[in-house]
């Protein structure tokens, strides 16, 4: 496991970074909730959303009149968007493992030793895998706590739909870091890969737009991981089994192309 | 047997030329140089043995296993010098070793003990604080901690001071009395002269010669002269003239040599042993002519 150890070496300081920004973005936003309680703020947002053209509210993922006055809507209608930036930084994160290390040279500290590309690839994955999941764990406790701070849910209740929230997240994360991987061991060099990541996760989010607002398009829905994750039609619905499916196979996929891919790949100097 | 076996190996990168042609072998416990110009090829080379890069034809081995197919086995016993050195930043020397170690079945941490104190290596810094030598000392102290058979080293000595080169060297020498096979690349063409058994010339991706330094341990001559007639015998050959001063290169006993110089009426002469660089020069000025 000694990729495993070093791969987490090299990354938890960005992990650390990441897990105190959202934590802190997820608490004052649940901060908020109390003052989405009072009747001057229920009449406001009442008045705002009956205004809206229902093909906008399909696309800021508001179905039917949400009533905010109740924490899963109101925090669930927020972590979509929180939900866009962990997908950025979870496809960074495996975008980066390889290629990054490429570019600076440091992978050639790894290739000169007893390890096969195929076991980097898997350690370093799973390395990844392992700081997603902390983050998750760190969030987890946090919107637990913020859920019991400033909502009225008692403590099973609130972990619960916390669970259901972030492994669902989880579970989008995967895809995310799946492609993430693939596009690590094609791309030969990091530069620009932010802008690749960016297109990715707002590609696939746009994705999941068109086939709400056009008709024609809805089977696009099933390749926006985002839309599998929408808050309203995870508490009713949960995940569609169709969606477990393109989720686990393009798992599958972007893992088993990236791992032979890798296997043939030439260090760029 | 030998220790790396290279033969007929192709590298393309889409269509421009990496090497082409490149066979040569290293033996057990010699230490082997590797020259040639930058972008001749060396380095490429280099990658293919360690599987870096994959080889578009031809094959190489060492310890008989094949480059592409046994790679992992063959880093179980051998050891690398990067030209460039580029760890990772962020951790300290100790670390870095701690992590190279880690890869070896065994132990190794005595002798990285004695190869740090031997280089005098602070292995308390970060990675991004050493200088340029002591990024090499780390390189050098990874690669020779886990006691390789083989060491394949890109340029090792730049960067380090006059006195550690030596130490490299003198510790270079007792690993190969030890058995081990180094492949040594280098520009310095005085260090392979000094240390090396063998030598493969490289150019534009092609190997010019392979030759054994014990011919240039017992060299040819270099004469220059100055007026006087032309000289000529088959064993000596004309390297360049310019106005009334010729350059030979001389293969034969003294006695024939100062009878030559003699009847040639000479106004002046000087005579020298052949060394490394002027082989080089040789061997790579000919290649211009063509």
């Given at each position: 496991m000694?990729?495993?150890?070093?791969?987490?070496?090299?990354?938890w300081?960005?992990?650390?970074?990441?897990?105190?920004?959202?934590?802190?973005?997820?608490?004052?936003?649940?901060a908020?909730?109390p003052?989405?309680?009072t009747?001057?703020?229920?009449?406001?947002?009442?008045?705002k959303?009956?205004?809206?053209?229902?093909?906008?509210?399909?696309?800021?993922?508001?179905?039917?009149?949400?009533?905010?006055?109740?924490?899963?809507?109101?925090?669930?209608?927020?972590?979509?968007y929180i939900?866009?930036?962990?997908m950025?930084?979870v496809?960074?994160?495996?975008?980066n493992s390889?290629?990054?290390?490429?570019?600076?040279?440091?992978?050639?500290?790894?290739?000169?030793?007893?390890v096969?590309?195929s076991?980097?690839?898997?350690?370093?994955?799973?390395a990844?895998?392992?700081?997603?999941?902390?983050?998750?764990?760190?969030?987890?406790?946090?919107?637990v706590?913020?859920?019991?701070?400033?909502?009225?849910?008692?403590?099973a209740?609130?972990?619960?739909?916390?669970?259901?929230f972030?492994?669902?997240?989880?579970?989008?994360?995967?895809?995310?870091?799946?492609?993430?991987?693939?596009?690590?061991?094609?791309l030969?060099?990091?530069?620009?890969?932010s802008?690749?990541?960016?297109?990715?996760?707002?590609?696939?989010?746009?994705?999941?737009?068109?086939?709400?607002?056009?008709?024609?398009?809805?089977l696009?829905?099933?390749?926006?991981?985002?839309d599998w994750?929408?808050?309203?039609?995870?508490?009713?619905?949960?995940?569609?089994?169709?969606?477990?499916?393109?989720?686990?196979?393009?798992?599958?996929i972007?893992?088993?192309?990236?791992r032979?891919?890798?296997?043939?790949?030439?260090?760029?100097s | 047997?030998?220790?790396?076996?290279?033969?007929?190996?192709?590298k393309?990168?889409?269509?421009?030329?990496?090497?082409?042609?490149?066979?040569?072998?290293?033996?057990?416990?010699?230490?082997?140089?590797?020259?040639g110009?930058?972008?001749?090829?060396?380095?490429?080379?280099?990658?293919?043995?360690?599987?870096?890069?994959f080889?578009?034809g031809?094959?190489?081995t060492?310890?008989?296993?094949?480059?592409?197919?046994?790679?992992?086995?063959?880093?179980?016993?051998?050891?690398?010098?990067p030209?460039?050195?580029?760890?990772?930043?962020?951790m300290?020397?100790?670390?870095?070793i701690?992590?190279?170690?880690?890869?070896?079945?065994s132990s190794?941490e005595?002798e990285?003990?004695?190869?740090?104190?031997l280089?005098?290596?602070?292995?308390?810094?970060?990675?991004?604080?050493?200088?340029m030598?002591?990024?090499?000392?780390?390189?050098?102290?990874?690669?020779?901690?886990?006691?390789?058979?083989?060491?394949?080293l890109?340029?090792?000595?730049?960067?380090?001071?006059?006195?550690?080169?030596?130490q490299?060297?003198?510790?270079?020498?007792n690993?190969?009395?030890?058995?081990?096979?180094i492949?040594?690349?280098?520009?310095?063409?005085?260090?392979?002269?000094?240390?090396?058994?063998?030598?493969?010339?490289?150019?534009?991706?092609?190997?010019l010669a392979?030759?054994?330094?014990?011919?240039?341990?017992?060299p040819?001559?270099?004469?220059?002269t100055?007026g006087?007639?032309?000289?000529i015998h088959?064993?000596?050959?004309?390297l360049?003239?310019?106005?009334?001063?010729?350059?030979f290169r001389?293969?034969?006993n003294?006695?024939?040599?100062?009878?030559?110089?003699?009847?040639a009426?000479l106004?002046?002469?000087?005579?020298?042993?052949?060394?490394?660089?002027?082989?080089?020069?040789?061997?790579?000025?000919?290649?211009?002519?063509?």
């Open positions: 000694n990729v495993f150890r070093l791969e987490l070496k090299n990354t300081k960005n992990t650390l970074r990441w897990a105190i920004a959202l934590s802190g973005i997820t608490f004052t936003i649940l908020f909730f003052s989405m309680q009747e001057s703020m229920k009449e406001l947002t009442g008045a959303m009956e205004g809206l053209d229902p093909a906008l509210m399909e696309v800021m993922g508001l179905s039917e009149l949400v009533d905010f006055t109740v924490i899963t809507n109101f925090f669930g209608y927020v972590l979509q939900t866009l930036a962990i950025m930084l496809t960074q994160l495996a975008v390889l290629v990054k290390e490429e570019t600076d040279g440091t992978i050639e500290f790894l290739y000169s030793k007893s096969s590309r076991t980097i690839l898997l350690q370093k994955t799973l990844n895998v392992f700081s997603f999941l902390s983050i998750l764990v760190v969030l987890c406790i946090i919107t706590m913020g859920y019991l701070f400033y909502g009225d849910y008692n403590f209740e609130s972990i619960k739909e916390v669970v259901v972030y492994s669902s997240i989880l579970f989008v994360g995967l895809v995310f870091m799946a492609l993430g991987v693939l596009l690590s061991t094609l030969k060099s990091s530069k620009g890969s802008g690749i990541v960016i297109a990715i996760v707002f590609g696939t989010f746009i994705l999941g737009v068109m086939g709400v607002v056009i008709d024609d398009l809805s696009l829905s099933y390749f926006s991981p985002m994750i929408k808050t309203q039609k995870l508490m009713t619905e949960g995940i569609k089994m169709e969606e477990w499916l393109v989720g686990i196979l393009t798992i599958l972007c893992y088993i192309s990236a032979e891919v890798y296997k043939r790949k030439d260090l760029h | 047997m030998d220790a790396i076996q290279i033969s007929n190996l192709k393309y990168y889409g269509k421009s030329l990496g090497v082409e042609e490149v066979s040569f072998s290293v033996k057990e416990g010699e230490i082997f140089g590797f020259v110009p930058n972008g001749a090829g060396k380095s490429t080379t280099i990658r293919i043995l360690l599987n870096f890069i080889p578009s031809g094959f190489a060492i310890w008989s296993k094949d480059v592409v197919k046994e790679s992992k086995e063959i880093k179980k016993s051998t050891g690398y010098v030209s460039d050195v580029r760890f990772y930043e962020d300290t020397v100790r670390s870095l701690r992590v190279s170690n880690g890869f070896y079945s190794h005595e990285a003990d004695r190869l740090c104190k280089f005098e290596l602070d292995r308390a810094k970060k990675f991004y604080e050493l200088s030598g002591n990024k090499k000392k780390v390189a050098v102290v990874c690669a020779l901690a886990a006691k390789p058979k083989v060491l394949i890109d340029e090792p000595t730049n960067g380090l001071d006059p006195m550690m080169q030596k490299l060297f003198t510790e270079l020498k690993q190969s009395t030890n058995g081990v096979s492949l040594l690349s280098s520009h310095n063409l005085g260090e392979v002269q000094e240390y090396c058994q063998r030598v493969a010339f490289i150019k534009q991706g092609k190997i392979v030759t054994d330094l014990k011919e240039i341990h017992q040819h001559k270099i004469v220059t100055w006087g007639k032309d000289i088959p064993s000596i050959q004309l360049k003239q310019k106005e009334v001063k010729r350059v001389y293969q034969g003294s006695v024939l040599l100062l009878k030559l110089l003699h009847q009426d106004e002046d002469v000087t005579i020298e042993n052949e060394s490394l660089e002027e082989r080089f020069m040789d061997l790579y000025g000919k290649e211009e002519e063509q």
